[in-house]
Each structure stands twice: as C-alpha cells, then as structure tokens.
C-alpha cells in the first residue's frame, strides 16, 4: 500500500511549543513535511491554508489532508493515534507535566519578547532570515512592532515563578524515578519538560540559527548553574537515538 500524502508542519523553529511537535511527531513516526513560519508575512497563506479568516492564528500548526491540528498537545495526541501503540504514555496522567511545561514556557516566552525588545542587535538578528545586513537597522521597527503585538497577544498568559517550579518539580519528578525518565518509559512528558530547558540554555539546532544577542535573551545563566543536573538529563536524551530527534541529533557529514 502506498503511503498517503505527508502532513505538513507549520511552526517557527525556535520555538518550544514546535519543538514539542516535532519531537512527539519524529517519534511517532509520523511522515510530515515541515514549513517556517514567518509572522505577518505567513499569515494570510496560513490563514487561507487553514481557511479561518477572522481570529488569532498562532502555530505549531499540523495541515493532515483534509484536517487541521492545532498546538502541541494536540499535534501530539494525533500523533499518538497515528502510532497506535501508546508510545507517547497516558495523556491523562502527562496532562499534569504539560500544564506545568506551557506555564514555564509562557513565563520565558514573555521574558524573551522583552528582552528582544530592549535589543536592538537582537531587533536586527530577527530579521536575518528576510533581510540583507545594512537594511536591518532602518527596518528594526517591523521587528520591533511584530515583539510588541506578541507582547500583547501572550502577556495574560505571564505567572511568575512558574518556571522556577517547573524546573524544581522535573528535579523532583527524576529523583523520583527509576527508569531514568518521568514514568516508566520514555514519553510525552519528558519531551514536554525537556523543552523548558531552552528557555534557559538553548541547545536545539534551528534555521536561520539565533544570534548572539538572541541567545542571550533566551539564556538564563543563573538558573542554567543551578539546574545543571537537568541540562545533563535533556543532553542523555538528545545523545541516544532512542529519545532524540532531529533538532537535537548532531549534525553528520
């Protein structure tokens, strides 16, 4: 039997929430295609892609035939049914760990948009993959403008702290564990938690890669000296073929 026609992944690939995806999807198995997605620019394709003409749209956004997944966890979820054999563990218990990944995640999303914010060489870095280096500087107010209305789109989301408990509740969750990983195996949760930690040492391969002022603005030292174990436990799972996936697999020639 021919296999039917790939899904498409559109996601922007600095982002945790498509690395989630993604990684749930490599895993699965899931044949897809993957598409960048530019905001302002993408988004009256997306849209019509998608046929929602009116409301927020936001990605990581899987396009099946005749379908539309919308965000991780249900990208995830689908891609658990396409595996058919539960890889990705009991949602019902994972649904827990997510909660506390999309708190982390808003808290570092917000944290990240401000800093750009009062970068302007983090300004011009996102705008590398549009523009020629001399027109970055007169055009920063398009990247500026575009961090101010993400700004707005996701600040109600903000708990402060929630990071800090993510990061002390995965320390627990490990302790806990026998196996290496949140439950017995390999699963959803950890690939959900194990995304968090880009929100204070950025180790996911991307295109085109963050800049220098950017990694920064992602970069949380303080918390990356403390959480040190945690760094070690994702780079167990970025190093085995079992658990990786391919924004973390090294690059071969």
Not at 215 to 240: N, T
Request: proline share 9%.
């Amino acid at each position: 039997m021919k296999p039917g026609p790939a899904a498409l992944l559109v996601g922007e690939s600095f982002s945790p929430w498509t690395q989630k995806a993604r990684w749930a999807l490599e895993y699965c198995g899931l044949p897809f295609a993957y598409r960048e997605y530019t905001p302002t620019l993408s988004e009256p394709w997306l849209r019509w892609r998608m046929r929602q003409w009116s409301g927020a749209v936001s990605v990581p956004v899987l396009l099946p035939p005749a379908q539309v997944v919308r965000g991780s966890w249900s990208i995830a979820r689908h891609a658990d049914a396409h595996a058919g054999d539960g890889r990705l563990g009991d949602f019902a218990a994972i649904a827990a760990w997510n909660e506390l990944s999309e708190a982390a995640l808003a808290e570092i999303r917000t944290r990240v948009v401000r800093g750009v914010l009062a970068s302007p060489t983090a300004l011009d870095e996102a705008l590398a993959g549009l523009l020629p280096a001399p027109l970055r500087p007169p055009l920063r107010v398009v990247a500026r403008d575009a961090a101010r209305r993400l700004d707005r789109k996701y600040r109600h989301l903000l708990v402060p702290g929630a990071l800090r408990r993510a990061l002390e509740r995965l320390r627990d969750g490990l302790a806990r564990s026998s196996s290496g990983y949140l439950f017995e195996r390999f699963g959803y949760a950890d690939i959900a938690m194990a995304v968090v930690l880009e929100g204070i040492a950025p180790l996911a391969r991307i295109e085109p890669p963050l800049g220098p002022a950017s990694r920064q603005c992602w970069s949380d030292p303080h918390l990356a000296r403390e959480f040190g174990d945690l760094l070690d436990w994702r780079a167990s799972l970025a190093h085995s073929p079992a658990t990786s996936y391919s924004q973390l697999l090294p690059v071969t020639a």
